[in-house]
């Protein structure tokens, strides 16, 4: 399997399974959202740095077109399974939904992962300082 696909399903699941949760906090307690939804979009985008970082640092070849590929992907993928899942288990969302979700929706969630994924992408390198010793000594002796 190709690895921006897999990042781009698990990010897709992992963007609509938090859509669904807040969709449901804010069905039980529309006043208290503002809290949750800042501590969701935290965490969604600490899990793309976090792992265009970790990408970075084990310098996995072709990251960049890999993470792309991987917001679009989740991008479209959260929009379809947030639909489906606040369908099922939050209110009687319907397929008028979708039309929103696939456009803005699905565009908002692929920059939710590719601008923290390109800050990873930029740190994840940088982490390890003695590698970056080790490269220069290498140059110096040749």
């Known amino acids: 399997m190709r690895t921006w696909l897999l990042r781009g399903a698990v990010l897709a699941v992992v963007h609509a399974a938090v859509a669904v949760v807040v969709a449901a906090l804010k069905a039980s307690d529309p006043t208290g959202r503002t809290t949750i939804e800042g501590l969701a979009l935290g965490v969604l985008v600490g899990v793309a740095a976090v792992w265009a970082a970790v990408d970075g640092w084990l310098g996995v070849p072709d990251r960049g077109r890999a993470w792309v590929l ?43 992962v590719l601008v923290p994924a390109g800050l990873g992408l930029v740190v994840g390198p940088r982490l390890d300082g003695n590698r970056g010793a080790d490269d220069k000594d290498e140059t110096a002796d040749r």
């Open 70 to 112: 991987a917001a679009l992907v989740a991008g479209w993928g959260a929009a379809v399974l947030g639909v489906v899942g606040q369908a099922a288990l939050v209110d009687q969302t319907g397929v008028s939904a979708l039309g929103q979700a696939l456009t803005g929706g699905a565009a908002f969630t692929a920059l939710l």
